[in-house]
């Protein structure tokens, strides 16, 4: 059984950073493509971004392009996302994800594993 687990998550002001982390356990971290996705209150939950298993080629919403950077080691098992210039709409519960899909995977199904979350606040 694959365990995702996020940490890293808390308070920033607009303008801040962060940087989330997401350890994996279970199974070979590498064969799995890896995203992140975000929930904020009452809304769905939307990808993020992603990043193939060799870390070769990554992919954004458009909304945190320039801001935010997917990363992995995978000789750690872990997953980041860099977050800079935060902003009060990055304020969500953030989810990481692996996939054995191939393709984009900006879609919440095509993913097999999921962290339980960790929340990021961005305050004005």
């Known amino acids: 059984q694959v365990q995702l687990v996020e940490s890293g998550g808390g308070l920033v002001q607009a303008g801040g950073s962060l940087r989330l982390s997401c350890a994996v356990s279970?199974?070979?971290?590498?064969?799995?493509?890896m995203g992140w996705f975000r929930q904020a209150p009452g809304k769905e939950r939307e990808f993020v971004a992603r990043?193939?298993?060799?870390?070769?080629?990554?992919y954004y919403v458009d909304s945190v392009k320039g801001r935010f950077t997917i990363s992995r080691d995978n000789g750690k098992n872990t997953l980041y996302l860099q977050m800079n210039s935060a902003r009060p709409e990055d304020t969500a519960v953030y989810y990481c994800?692996?996939?054995?899909?191939?393709?984009?995977?900006?879609?919440?199904?095509?993913?097999?594993?999921w962290g339980q979350g960790t929340q990021v606040t961005v305050s004005e």
């Open positions: 994800a692996a996939s054995r899909g191939l393709g984009q995977l900006v879609f919440t199904y095509q993913y097999d594993y």
């Open positions: 279970g199974h070979t971290f590498a064969i799995y493509a």
């Open positions: 990043i193939s298993r060799s870390a070769g080629n990554t």
